[in-house]
């Protein structure tokens, strides 16, 4: 079946611009998870939704960052005025639930700031 | 705090010769310990996770919670296991909090 995907695959975009990153979960996950992979960080978290409570933004480095998730599937990660900072892979995850699941990673977008 | 660590950025052996990575936690409570995988340009995929207590790809991991630790093992490393290897602790809500990962490189 379908796997998580995300969109795109590679963004370049100018320090200052905002950038939307997509992801499209596994049908039916209700979990939704946004990480980050960068050089100097490892892997680290940033946000997760779960049904319709409200999301756990306890990782997003900085106010810049936000996120939301429509109709419990989709979710848009954005980033605005970007920084050389920014560049890294951003990797979006599903699970059927928030413990005791298997989380699925998608392939990533990699983001690069110039 | 909730932390992971893997001592080791890079692990290169030759091929039939044993493997171990490194992987010591830091959490309060019961831990849900796991190892994903990342092979070259290949997506992050889960390994194993220790309350299955599993062997995956000749793979295993036990969890001694004396020494915090989780350690993968494999006793012949084969070339096709070459990979980045992250360990990873599940934290409130669910999201994992990684290691920073270790780079396994299995020569011929």
């Known amino acids: 079946g379908a796997g998580v995907s995300q969109s795109p695959s590679n963004k370049v975009t100018e320090k200052g611009k905002d950038v939307e990153l997509r992801c499209d979960p596994i049908?039916?996950?209700?979990?939704l998870y946004w990480y980050r992979q960068s050089l100097g960080q490892g892997l680290e978290f940033l946000i997760y939704f779960q049904g319709n409570s409200a999301p756990d933004k306890s990782g997003l480095p900085s106010d810049r960052f936000s996120a939301e998730r429509t109709g419990g599937s989709v979710s848009t990660l954005t980033i605005q005025r970007t920084q050389q900072e920014d560049s890294a892979v951003y990797l979006c995850?599903?699970?059927?639930?928030?413990?005791?699941?298997?989380?699925?990673f998608g392939p990533g977008t990699r983001l690069t700031v110039t | 705090a909730q932390r992971v660590t893997q001592p080791e950025k890079l692990l290169s052996v030759f091929k039939g010769a044993p493997v171990e990575l490194k992987c010591n936690y830091s959490?309060?409570?019961?831990?849900?310990l796991f190892w994903y995988v990342q092979y070259s340009r290949q997506r992050l995929q889960l390994l194993l996770r220790h309350i299955s207590r599993e062997s995956i790809k000749g793979f295993t991991a036990d969890l001694n919670k004396g020494e915090t630790s989780f350690h993968l093992k494999k006793p012949f490393a084969q070339e096709e296991d070459s990979a980045m290897y992250y360990c990873?602790?599940?934290?409130?809500?669910?999201?994992?909090?990684f290691g920073q990962g270790t780079e396994l490189s299995v020569k011929p």
């Open positions: 990873a602790l599940r934290g409130r809500g669910g999201k994992l909090i």
């Open positions: 995850a599903s699970s059927l639930g928030q413990t005791g699941y298997e989380q699925y």
């Open positions: 049908s039916g996950h209700t979990a």
């Open positions: 959490y309060s409570g019961s831990p849900e």
